[in-house]
């Protein structure tokens, strides 16, 4: 059973916006920081954003800073990403991620132990 689904992928144009959904299908969600990675092809799966569980304490890679927002729910054991100003750069299959460990800057894969299916999000004109 997968952990968690995303949801909301798509087509978009550059310069618009998508907003994508990540519910905890099969984890308790409590205490775990919630993630976004994206992965082109050819190209290693990359960190985008991650919020704390107990102060919503978020980080994002340089890229994506002052156009993407990640937020939680854990009322609705969601989180999302909302990506603003979108670029063709941005095109990549889109996973959530779920860690027991605190977030921090750095956000590697190698913490997060339950990942979802992803989402495709392709920016094209």
């Known amino acids: 059973q997968v952990p968690v689904v995303e949801s909301g992928g798509g087509l978009v144009q550059p310069g618009g916006s998508l907003s994508l959904s990540c519910t905890a299908a099969?984890?308790?969600?409590?205490?775990?920081?919630m993630a976004w990675f994206r992965q082109a092809p050819g190209k290693e799966r990359e960190g985008v954003s991650s919020?704390?569980?107990?102060?919503?304490?978020?980080y994002y890679t340089d890229s994506v800073k002052g156009r993407f927002t990640i937020s939680r729910d854990n009322t609705k054991k969601t989180v999302y990403l909302q990506m603003n100003s979108l670029k063709p750069e941005d095109t990549a299959m889109y996973y959530c991620?779920?860690?027991?460990?605190?977030?921090?800057?750095?956000?590697?894969?190698?913490?997060?132990?339950?990942w979802g299916q992803g989402t495709q999000v392709t920016v094209s004109s």
């Open positions: 991620a779920a860690s027991p460990f605190r977030a921090r800057s750095n956000i590697s894969a190698r913490d997060f132990a339950y």
């Open positions: 099969n984890l308790t969600f409590e205490g775990y920081t």
């Open positions: 919020i704390n569980w107990s102060d919503s304490t978020t």
